[in-house]
């Protein structure tokens, strides 16, 4: 994969404007340098944005497995291309070449195939971050089947409803799977989900725990019998760059999740393109991405760009409290990681806890950091940058969302100077745009209003999965002619972008739109809060009024809450003015959180209203008990 010609800002805004002009060009060389395909495209875009039809690479015919492994063998087989950390750190890493993950793959891909799996097939894999989720996944992409990944820690009646969703034939899990010191019993939660699934007619189970474990007769086998039974001469099926890859469900953050579906080919330009820019990325690098291969995070470039750059990328089993806060240091340090890339929430987690543990490490391995899935607030920025970057490494603040397939606006390392909180500025051949009330597109900078993208990229998603009216209606109809993205950004005096929040989530008050995200942004400032969370409530004068939740840190200094309140008021009316201070504020021990650590505002804005009778779909809530804690201490 080619990199960007890059060196300075000025040549950034050139290659832009050339990406921008001529759209069709700027992704068409990409297209035809970097990979192989078995016949290339007649027409490398077709679009109609008013009737959400999205085509890239129109008649081409390409596999991505042969892309992601195949090609690499020749000048790259002996490399790792996966290394593979257990959740215990006294089992031993493995370290899976390019060699060996073909084989592995291929053998797979032969199973899958004598288990009745098609072309065009559901294929549910709900595995832990183990080397068998990468391989299941690339297997099912050989052979053309559509996998769906559902993360690992989702309960029965969540995976029910996705398999039927998508109506899977087959689904892949394994025996347990180790989380810190927790062994969590996947096959029982596959079982009591499959109660209530008819379109399931096999489950391969990947042996991990060694749990005991129910096998269903005529329905369940184990995987590895039938491993070493299958050949590893496999031919990979021709697929239509249209062809669908994989189903993926958002993370519910808003509402019922979305069965977003992405295709072959605009999925496999867009995440190598981004992966090897984003993250500058080199031949000897080791990628580090800690989000679980259930998310798009994961596929996009712990699997996919990694792979398609023939890239060595770790699966990290674990979670960063085991066996003790310096988890995350000690492995970069162990596996000599180069770029390392996680959610704030895992930054603010570690950035609660003692220094000691990060700064017994030396990261100077690391040259970029890199931060994905919610605004990151100041706070966590500057510890990030300060204390795992040494102010040495560029912080990529990267917006993306599960249906853009890919990072959209990000700093390119080395050439955008970072702003904390801000993701600066959009990729080459992504143009966004900010959408006032009327519709209408503001121009200029030091604005705010609602993301758009006003042209297709090769990663967008093409649907949600059998509701083409929905998708249309989410995305396509708010601003006709645009991708809306959902989130509020403000653009600065310089034309970088910061996200604001969910759209959802601006709280109007006394006729002013107050986004989420610097809010909360200036209450972390104060030294007692850890983290925070606000939202509006009904409020007879200003329409709506602020409510405040309120995480402090383990210190003893601030008990009198009155006076905390006070100062954290103070602190948002020196940041943003008065007008943004809080009516309430709830000190809390937690937030509600989606099951990849974002914060569901829309349960706290019911808890705040003080409707507890309709929290919508809660299946994607990561602490359920929180909410009964919140509920019960409410102000
Ligand atoms: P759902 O769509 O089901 O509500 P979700 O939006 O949380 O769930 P994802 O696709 O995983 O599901 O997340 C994308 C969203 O995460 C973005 O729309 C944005 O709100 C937020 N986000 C991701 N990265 C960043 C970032 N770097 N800065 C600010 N916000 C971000
Ligand atoms: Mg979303």
Redesign the pocket.
């Known amino acids: 994969m080619s990199r960007y010609k890059i060196n300075n800002l000025e040549e950034y805004f050139k290659e832009y404007k050339k990406s921008v002009r001529e759209p069709r060009k700027f992704w068409d060389k990409i297209a035809s340098e970097n990979f192989t395909w078995y016949q290339e495209w007649d027409k490398v875009v077709d679009f109609n944005m008013a009737e959400a039809e999205i085509k890239w690479f129109v008649d081409a015919k390409v596999n991505i497995t042969k892309n992601c492994i195949d090609r690499h063998l020749a000048k790259k087989g002996d490399k790792t291309a996966i290394i593979f950390e257990p959740n215990d750190p006294s089992e031993e890493a493995l370290h899976i070449s390019y060699t060996e993950l073909h084989q592995r793959v291929c053998k797979m891909a032969n199973v899958l195939r004598e288990q009745g799996i098609e072309k065009g097939d559901r294929v549910c894999i709900y595995l832990p971050m183990i080397p068998e989720l990468a391989i299941t996944t690339l297997a099912c992409a050989r052979i053309g089947a559509i996998h769906s990944v559902v993360f690992a820690g989702f309960s029965a009646s969540a995976v029910a409803t996705r398999i039927n969703d998508s109506d899977c034939k087959m689904v892949i899990t394994s025996d347990g799977g180790y989380r810190g010191n927790k062994t969590i019993d996947l096959k029982g939660i596959i079982d009591e989900a499959l109660v209530n699934t008819p379109c399931v007619a096999n489950v391969l189970v990947v042996k991990r725990t060694n749990s005991t474990i129910n096998m269903q007769e005529g329905r369940d086998q184990w995987l590895q019998p039938l491993l070493d039974a299958a050949s590893d001469n496999n031919t990979a099926e021709i697929m239509d760059a249209e062809d669908p890859l994989f189903i993926l469900y958002?993370?519910g953050?808003?509402g019922k999740p979305?069965g977003m579906v992405h295709t072959t080919a605009g999925y496999m330009v867009y995440t190598a393109y981004t992966f090897k820019n984003v993250f500058n990325y080199e031949d000897n690098d080791i990628f580090w991405c800690t989000a679980d291969i259930g998310w798009i995070t994961g596929h996009s470039y712990i699997l996919y760009g990694p792979l398609l750059n023939g890239a060595t990328t770790v699966i990290f089993e674990g979670v960063p409290s085991y066996p003790d806060y310096s988890r995350f240091w000690e492995v970069i340090v162990k596996h000599k990681v180069t770029q390392f890339y996680t959610a704030p929430t895992a930054i603010r987690a570690l950035a609660k806890e003692s220094l000691d543990f990060v700064q017994k490490y030396q990261l100077d391995t690391l040259k970029v950091i890199g931060s994905v899935g919610e605004p990151i607030n100041e706070e966590a920025w500057h510890w990030y940058n300060d204390h795992v970057g040494d102010k040495r490494c560029p912080v990529v603040d990267t917006w993306w969302?599960?249906?853009t397939g890919g990072i959209m606006i990000s700093p390119i390392p080395f050439v955008t100077p970072t702003k904390p909180t801000y993701a600066t500025l959009p990729l080459p051949g992504i143009q966004p745009v900010l959408m006032d009330e009327k519709r209408n597109e503001i121009e200029g900078n030091q604005v705010v209003g609602s993301l758009c993208i006003k042209y297709p990229w090769p990663g967008i998603a093409r649907t949600i999965w059998g509701d083409h009216k929905r998708y249309k209606e989410t995305y396509f109809t708010a601003f006709p002619g645009k991708y809306f993205?959902?989130?509020g950004a403000l653009r600065d005096e310089v034309g970088y972008y910061r996200i604001t929040g969910?759209v959802d989530d601006v709280v109007i008050v006394s006729g002013h739109n107050l986004g989420t995200a610097p809010i909360e942004d200036a209450i972390n400032e104060h030294p007692a809060v850890a983290e925070s969370a606000i939202v509006g409530f009904p409020h007879d004068v200003k329409g709506n009024a602020l409510y405040g939740f309120v995480i402090l840190k383990e210190t003893g200094e601030y008990r009198d809450r009155e006076n905390l309140s006070k100062e954290i008021n103070q602190q948002v009316s020196n940041q943003i003015g008065p007008i943004a201070k809080l009516d309430k504020i709830q000190f809390v021990s937690g937030l509600p959180k989606t099951r990849s650590g974002k914060i569901m505002r829309r349960i706290l804005r019911k808890i705040a209203e003080g409707d507890y009778s309709n929290f919508g779909d809660t299946s994607t809530l990561l602490n359920p008990e929180i909410v009964e804690e919140i509920k019960n201490g409410k102000i």
Do not use: L
Request: aromatic share 0%; glycine share 8%; net charge neutral.
């Open positions: 958002t993370s953050s808003t979305k969302q599960t249906e993205t959902g989130d969910r």
